[in-house]
């Protein structure tokens, strides 16, 4: 009888979470079969079981615990971004690395909704009127506004990017996006203009929102500062919910002080949890949400759909989705 693959699973501490995840990967009567899932407590459990793994799922790749596995050929990241996995070692190895990529798209592209409408509606207004116990009704009804015919701008159009576009449409809002590689006559549904890297200061002066929606990588560290600052418009806002390192925050809060632009969004920092003494906690028009733009209920549910998708193509001899140009970064 053929030897069982390991598939080592360190992406919660929770047996309940293991077992949500497991009961559906184990759907597949071929998975059943062919593989074993492990549960990994935690860092220390996972250097003991690691050795001999064939296969790695977690949140992200503990270098230790990758340089004792002799036997690996796939990891498998439980989130859309893999920055914080990459190493030399890793990066140079032959074993694939695939991301739940797309998992989120939906849960993020509300978040970003919820805060296009927050600030456009006076929504955000209201709430600070509500902690001083100020009716208010002047000073929200003369800055609210609608939001069609806006312009959202949405850097990265990766699955959350799109999904943010189709909202935008949904609202009747002009949507431009910019995407690295553009293919000559490209068209992308929900998206009315399509910008290249290199005219992203065009993009950011015509936008009504900019919305950030791509992977962090040494490229895109810093890519918003001092300098994007003074492209965007007054009455314009800045949503993050991609990686915080891809703002320079301390231009940010420049920004703000200085009023170039009219307010932010934020779900992703520099430094998480964000500092006690950051600047960011006391503007009345930045939103702050704790990174949680990507959390769903029945999370592992979902995780273990996605992988088990992916394991039954791997069992197969098949290529897998969303598999990660190591070198690229995503």
């Not at 509500?130 to 009804?141: L, R, T």
């Not at 609608?146 to 159009?157: F, N, P, S, W, Y």
């Not at 936008?207 to 950030?212: G, I, M, Q, T």
């Not at 940010?252 to 170039?260: F, G, I, P, Q, V």
């Amino acid at each position: 009888m053929k030897k069982k693959l390991k598939a080592v699973v360190a992406l919660t501490k929770k047996c309940s979470d293991f077992d949500a995840f497991s009961e559906v990967v184990y759907s597949s009567p071929k998975i059943k079969k062919r593989v074993d899932l492990v549960f990994s407590e935690d860092k220390d459990h996972l250097k003991k079981i690691i050795s001999d793994a064939d296969i790695l799922v977690c949140m992200k790749v503990d270098k230790d615990a990758f340089l004792m596995a002799k036997n690996l050929k796939w990891i498998h990241v439980g989130l859309a971004g893999v920055e914080k996995s990459l190493f030399p070692e890793l990066i140079s190895s032959r074993i694939l690395l695939t991301s739940f990529k797309g998992i989120h798209s939906t849960t993020v592209a509300e978040l970003i909704l919820g805060m296009i409408l927050a600030f456009a509606k006076g929504i955000l207004i209201s709430f600070n009127c509500q902690k001083k116990k100020v009716w208010g009704f002047e000073d929200v009804s003369s800055r609210k506004f609608d939001v069609e015919g806006k312009a959202l701008g949405i850097v990265g159009l990766g699955s959350i990017g799109l999904e943010a576009a189709k909202r935008g449409k949904t609202l009747g809002m002009i949507v431009y996006g910019m995407k690295n590689k553009i293919k000559k006559g490209e068209k992308i549904k929900y998206v009315d203009k399509i910008f290249p890297k290199s005219r992203l200061n065009q993009l950011l002066k015509e936008s009504d929102f900019v919305v950030l929606a791509l992977p962090y990588t040494q490229d895109t560290h810093h890519l918003i500062g001092q300098n994007e600052f003074d492209q965007m418009k007054k009455t314009a806002f800045l949503l993050n919910t991609a990686r915080g390192p891809i703002v320079d925050e301390e231009a940010l809060t420049k920004a703000l002080e200085e009023k170039k632009i009219a307010g932010a969004g934020l779900d992703v920092f520099e430094i998480e949890p964000l500092p006690h003494e950051s600047k960011l906690w006391d503007f009345d028009n930045v939103i702050l949400t704790p990174h949680i733009g990507g959390a769903m209920p029945d999370y592992y549910r979902k995780v273990g759909k996605v992988f088990k998708e992916n394991l039954e193509k791997f069992l197969g001899g098949k290529k897998l989705k969303n598999l990660v140009d190591k070198k690229l970064g995503y």
